[in-house]
């Protein structure tokens, strides 16, 4: 008999999926946070080229449109932001092609709010509330750690992040059996960044505590508005517990212009990679332009933290119908 209908993992974990939903639900009303829905499916996406999308054709003959699943409800909801909703939240799906493994699946649950009136550190104090919050009924955290990306950089690999020298890089990834970075990275100072933190940052972050860690270079500034102290870090912060990255959060960019112009930075490496091309969301745009509230959001993969929550070693084991049974 072919048993390959059967749901992955342990079923009792569909229990503690709906308890955590349920968790995060009392914990935004609470805080008169309100629920939102936004199109997982859309006519534009964004243009990180770390990211892939998945396309599909929108079909009313006579037209024929190629529309995207979204990998982030981020542009939506900031629309929302624009218009006047006030601090929001959403539980929802998102996707990203070629992305499947322990930690990945490319179809995943999304936690996603912003704050009106937030900045970084006031987003960081609500993401340690939450957390400690929903894994109360399994496991305590023994504290929570706030540190800079470049004091962790630096006291995990003795190299400075804001400062880039390949030669320095290059004898740091031939010292520590990571050649290959070499490669792979090239001149470029902000993939050097990703493949030395994963490799040799992030899984030092391990001691059964959450990390926040804040502050990221401004080469990898994403959505994030520089800092208005230093400009050469960006007002970003990383969820990581276990050594597992569980979120990304920044204090929201509001200038029109300068999205506009990452926007092109973004197109442009996307173009010298082969990658597809995007174009860019001109309705985010346009509800810059009318005022983006001041605030801050961020998104925390729900599969993850679920996985840290209950100590599982899979996302499979977190998921009924992972991307091999789906």
Request: one cysteine or more; charged letters at 20%.
């Amino acid at each position: 008999m072919n048993f390959d209908w059967l749901p992955s993992g342990d079923l009792t974990l569909l229990k503690s999926r709906a308890q955590l939903l349920a968790a995060i639900r009392q914990f935004f009303s609470e805080r008169g946070v309100l629920e939102v829905e936004t199109p997982l499916l859309s006519q534009g996406i964004g243009t990180d080229p770390q990211l892939a999308f998945f396309t599909t054709d929108y079909q009313l003959y006579p037209r024929r449109q190629t529309m995207y699943l979204q990998t982030s409800p981020e542009f939506a909801m900031k629309r929302l932001l624009a218009a006047g909703s006030g601090s929001i939240y959403q539980i929802c799906k998102a996707f990203r092609n070629g992305e499947t493994g322990r930690l990945h699946n490319p179809e995943f649950t999304l936690l996603e709010w912003y704050r009106v009136g937030f900045d970084l550190f006031d987003l960081m104090d609500e993401v340690e509330e939450l957390v400690n919050a929903v894994f109360l009924p399994y496991r305590s955290l023994t504290c929570t750690h706030r540190v800079s990306y470049q004091s962790v950089f630096m006291q995990h690999t003795g190299l400075d992040a804001l400062r880039f020298s390949l030669t320095d890089y290059s004898s740091y990834a031939e010292k520590t059996g990571l050649a290959e970075a070499i490669t792979i990275c090239g001149t470029s100072h902000a993939l050097w960044l990703d493949f030395i933190f994963s490799h040799c940052v992030q899984p030092k972050l391990n001691d059964n505590a959450l990390y926040l860690v804040y502050g990221y270079p401004a080469c990898q500034s994403s959505l994030a508005r520089l800092n208005a102290q230093n400009p050469e870090i960006t007002d970003r912060v990383e969820v990581f517990i276990d050594g597992v990255e569980l979120g990304n959060g920044y204090y929201e960019l509001t200038d029109a212009r300068e999205q506009d112009e990452r926007f092109d930075r973004e197109i442009a490496i996307r173009r010298l990679q082969g990658l597809p091309d995007v174009t860019k969301d001109v309705r985010l745009l346009q509800a810059l332009e009318s005022g983006l509230p001041d605030c801050a959001g961020i998104a925390i993969g729900l599969d993850r933290l679920l996985m840290r929550m209950t100590q599982s070693s899979s996302i499979d084991q977190v998921l009924a119908f992972p991307v091999a049974k789906a």
